[in-house]
């Protein structure tokens, strides 16, 4: 789980734009407004959120789901959980169509599939064939 976690953030190098959005909100000239270096402490939150809430449930039952399957079953499922996961959560947080969610949904399900992709990987070269000194 520490893979697809450390994914995650790295895909996090690139800033998805609606949250330069948010971070640029406010003008420049309003002494209130929170300085977008709050994205340093913003982003690694929520991916610690996104990690626990949807990746690691999703990582576990596509792992679950895809045990003697396809690699390609077990990342789809994984990908579906996350994608109705995360659609949940960001419900749950107040967003609705009005407010944009499609966009931050499909970017969170893009940078949660990345992170899954390498951890659905781990799991099967662990299940891989049988080694020897194992019973």
Request: proline letters at 8%; one cysteine or more.
């Amino acid at each position: 789980m520490h893979l697809s976690g450390a994914v995650l953030l790295l895909t996090f190098l690139v800033p998805p734009v609606w949250m330069l959005d948010a971070g640029h909100a406010t003008p420049p000239d309003d002494p209130t407004a929170d300085g977008p270096f709050l994205l340093l402490f913003a982003v690694p939150l929520a991916c610690a959120g996104f990690h626990v809430l949807v990746q690691i449930p999703a990582g576990l039952l596509g792992t679950r789901l895809g045990r003697g399957r396809t690699a390609a079953v077990g990342y789809g499922s994984a990908v579906a959980v996350a994608g109705v996961l995360s659609w949940f959560l960001l419900r749950s947080l107040g967003w609705d169509v009005r407010s944009g969610i499609v966009p931050v949904w499909a970017d969170a399900v893009v940078r949660g599939s990345l992170g899954l992709a390498g951890y659905l990987w781990v799991m099967r070269a662990r299940s891989g064939p049988a080694r020897p000194g194992r019973g």
